[in-house]
T-cell receptor, first 114, second 109 residues
Framework: SQTIHQWPATLVQPVGSPLSLECTVEGTSNPNLYWYRQAAGRGLQLLFYSVGIGQISSEVPQNLSASRPQDRQFILSSKKLLLSDSGFYLC?????????????FGSGTQLSVL | GQNIDQPTEMTATEGAIVQINCTYQTSGFNGLFWYQQHAGEAPTFLSYNVLDGLEEKGRFSSFLSRSKGYSYLLLKELQMKDSASYLCAVTDSWGKLQFGAGTQVVVTP
């Protein structure tokens, strides 16, 4: 069966520090991968999605970046965190190729930038 | 882009029925999803509608009208554990899910 792992679960970082959040998927090949962010009391905002290794699409301009070094690994990074980067970050995957596919979410990372 | 609107909060008593409405505006449509999200947790899938009509799954039902850009999620026989945020999400023409802000449902004894 397919599983998705996301870590860490919680993270407290000072403003200006770097960030690296990692997500891995098991039990499936060539998944579509996504990074979402959810601010407190808000909906999910799509940040990045990837349809394959090295293929990253950015949805919103920001100081975050994403990379996909392996088929089932998706990394969210920042060189210098801002206060506004605080939020709940969710990695998700879906089966590749089809439109309207269901998303499966990781357990999320609660990031607090102080 | 997408405009997805749903109420911010709804309150209902245990055993009652609650209907959460969602309206959307999109230049491309490939389906509508409802997700449930408990505080501090990841969303979990509830339902998917791509054709007009009602989809029933136990205590939860979801309805879609594509011509009206409208959907609702119906929760019957409410239980305390149903207290959560319910997210409406629309698949755009690129196949990506865009989410509404969510409706917080509070179930009272």
């Amino acid at each position: 069966s397919q599983t998705i792992h996301q870590w860490p679960a919680t993270l407290v970082q000072p403003v200006g520090s770097p960030l690296s959040l990692e997500c891995t998927v098991e039990g499936t090949s060539n998944p579509n991968l996504y990074w979402y962010r959810q601010a407190a009391g808000r909906g999910l905002q799509l940040l990045f999605y990837s349809v394959g290794i090295g293929q990253i699409s950015s949805e919103v301009p920001q100081n975050l970046s994403a990379s996909r070094p392996q088929d089932r690994q998706f990394i969210l990074s920042s060189k210098k965190l801002l206060l506004s980067d605080s939020g709940f970050y969710l990695c998700a995957w879906s089966v590749g190729g089809a439109r309207g596919e269901k998303l499966f979410f990781g357990s999320g990372t609660q990031l607090s930038v102080l | 882009g997408q405009n997805i609107d749903q109420p911010t909060e709804m309150t209902a008593t245990e055993g009652a029925i609650v209907q959460i409405n969602c309206t959307y505006q999109t230049s491309g449509f490939n389906g509508l999803f409802w997700y449930q999200q408990h505080a501090g947790e990841a969303p979990t899938f509830l339902s998917y509608n791509v054709l007009d009509g009602l989809e029933e799954k136990g205590r939860f039902s979801s309805f879609l009208s594509r011509s009206k850009g409208y959907s609702y999620l119906l929760l019957k026989e409410l239980q305390m554990k149903d207290s959560a945020s319910y997210l409406c999400a629309v698949t755009d023409s690129w196949g990506k899910l865009q989410f509404g802000a969510g409706t917080q449902v509070v179930v009272t004894p």
